[in-house]
């Protein structure tokens, strides 16, 4: 059971290059969302979904797009990534029936030159 | 619109000097109060949730205690390896989203 896993760990790009962040769940949780963490500001939400084929806009989604097929992937894409997308990007999943908690990924860390 | 504010934002203790940390939060119809803890290069690990005012939960050497305005985590003779940003978040309403502080920065030296 490896919960909540989230890959690349680290990735450097250029502006202007697209990547995927890719976050995987094996709890079977219906709700999946992304956060990026910046200094001083706390986490915030960019996109969530609560379930398959379900996807809606947090705080911070410019820039950012997510699809959910699976119930057990939500991948975050950056089409032509900027500066200010350098960032640690977490995923986060929550159960249903009310569970109320928020299990996290080990994050990745992204740097945009 | 929800709003959270921690304080201190870094908070250096002896080991064994024991001290709060303040969650101040503004919201519509709390759902829920929460703690995570947050080491170097870690995703934030879940400590507590509180739902009502006057609830208090405890963990070893951790207790969250909720008002209707703010939230404390007391730290009882913190040991150094408590050392970890410790992050505050809210649910309101019916929404399934956190909002969340910025966190305080906890160093306990040994």
């Known amino acids: 059971n490896a919960g909540v896993t989230q890959t690349p760990k680290f990735q450097v790009l250029k502006t202007g290059q697209s990547m995927t962040l890719q976050c995987a769940q094996d709890?079977?949780?219906?709700?999946m969302s992304w956060y990026r963490q910046d200094p001083g500001m706390g986490l915030r939400l960019i996109h969530y979904s609560v379930g398959a084929g379900i996807t809606d806009q947090g705080e911070v989604p410019n820039g950012y797009n997510v699809s959910r097929s699976t119930t057990e992937d939500f991948p975050l894409r950056l089409l032509s990534a900027a500066p200010s997308q350098t960032s640690v990007y977490f995923c986060a999943t929550e159960g249903a029936g009310g569970t109320e908690t928020q299990y996290f990924g080990p994050g990745t860390r992204l740097l945009v030159l | 619109e929800d709003q959270v504010t921690q304080s201190p934002e870094a908070l250096r203790l002896q080991e064994g000097e024991s001290s709060s940390l303040n969650c101040s939060y503004t919201v519509s119809g709390l759902r829920g109060l929460f703690w995570y803890r947050q080491d170097p290069g870690k995703g934030p690990e879940f400590l507590f949730t509180l739902y009502s005012a006057g609830e208090e939960k405890e963990k070893e050497r951790l207790k969250a205690t909720l008002t209707k305005k703010e939230s404390f985590l007391h730290i009882t003779a913190p040991k150094p390896e408590d050392s970890a940003t410790y992050l505050c978040a809210v649910r309101s309403g019916s929404a399934r989203q956190l909002t969340f502080g910025s966190g305080t920065q906890l160093t306990v030296l040994p």
């Open positions: 709890m079977n949780h219906e709700y």
